[in-house]
């Protein structure tokens, strides 16, 4: 992308600015992990020591100025089938997290998904209504959004959706009729620890993270450049067409605070 903003570069500013203690859920997770090398002084405890289901006691202990809550019950298609623990960890977790934040006066980021809008048209901005939505995973991940808009004070909240993937295209084959905004989880990373980092100057309470839209066989290109292309329409689950979310919030706002970050 030309001109795109040095992420690491700014995440390299604005890191003094990350409020601490800060906790991180959901690290030993695929974003988790990314974070917790960018951004090493985050808290991130192990479910044993930290179960989102249950999180009052550590909370009431550590009193963390930020929470990034990026632990989710995230497999799309056992999520059909185990709908009850899905719901409880996405939406009840959350529920209950957020309502611990609140109650210590915790900044709460809450990572969602671009998959709480249905994927007909893209270019999906933060104030579009969402929905309907595909699967059981995706209307878990947009009730838990709204379970902590319910629980959380104004301007203690920020919902960032994103979608990303693993460092490498693992897939023989890409569609060419797909369009999202996905990227590469050591692409988008750094930009989701600088967001940690500016989050309560943000002045509303819900970005869009993603990278520029493309199809799924162009992003596989880049990584892997025999891939073949294939047609959404052969796969055995109803995959969108385009889900691309539109990121200009997130962009405007960054080259603000460029500015002043030096
Ligand atoms: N992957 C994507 O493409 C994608 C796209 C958009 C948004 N997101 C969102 O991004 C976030 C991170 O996704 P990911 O793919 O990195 O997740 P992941 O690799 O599936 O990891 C999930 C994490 O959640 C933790 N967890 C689950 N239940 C928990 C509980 N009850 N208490 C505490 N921790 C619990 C897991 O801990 P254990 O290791 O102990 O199981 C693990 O660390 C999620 O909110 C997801 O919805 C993901």
């Not at 289901?53 to 989710?72: C, F, Q, S, V």
């Amino acid at each position: 992308m030309p001109n795109a903003p040095d992420w690491r570069a700014l995440l390299r500013a604005a890191r003094p600015l990350l409020p601490a203690p800060a906790l991180l859920t959901g690290g030993s997770g695929r974003l988790g992990q990314e974070l917790r090398q960018l951004l090493p002084e985050l808290l991130a405890p192990a479910r044993d020591e930290l179960d989102i289901l249950d999180p009052g006691e550590w909370l009431e202990h550590e009193r963390p100025r930020l929470i990034i809550h990026a632990a989710a019950f995230t497999d799309v298609a056992a999520a059909e089938k185990q709908r009850d623990e899905c719901w409880a960890i996405n939406v009840h977790g959350t529920r209950r997290l957020a309502r611990a934040a609140a109650a210590c006066g915790a900044f709460f980021i809450l990572i969602s998904t671009d998959y709480v809008f249905s994927g007909d048209e893209g270019g999906y901005r933060e104030d579009d209504t969402p929905g309907p939505v595909r699967n059981h995973y995706a209307l878990s991940k947009l009730a838990a959004e709204e379970a902590a808009r319910a629980a959380l004070p104004p301007g203690r909240l920020l919902v960032i959706r994103t979608s990303f993937r693993a460092r490498e295209w693992p897939h023989a084959r890409a569609f060419t009729d797909l369009h999202t905004s996905q990227d590469y989880i050591d692409r988008l990373a750094p930009q989701l620890a600088l967001a940690a980092c500016l989050a309560e100057r943000m002045p509303f309470d819900t970005v869009h993270i993603a990278g520029p839209r493309r199809s799924s066989f162009e992003l596989a290109r880049e990584r892997r450049p025999d891939v073949q292309p294939a047609s959404r329409l052969e796969a055995p689950v109803d995959l969108p067409a385009d889900v691309s979310l539109d990121t200009s919030r997130w962009l405007a706002f960054i080259r603000e605070q460029a500015m002043l970050l030096g």
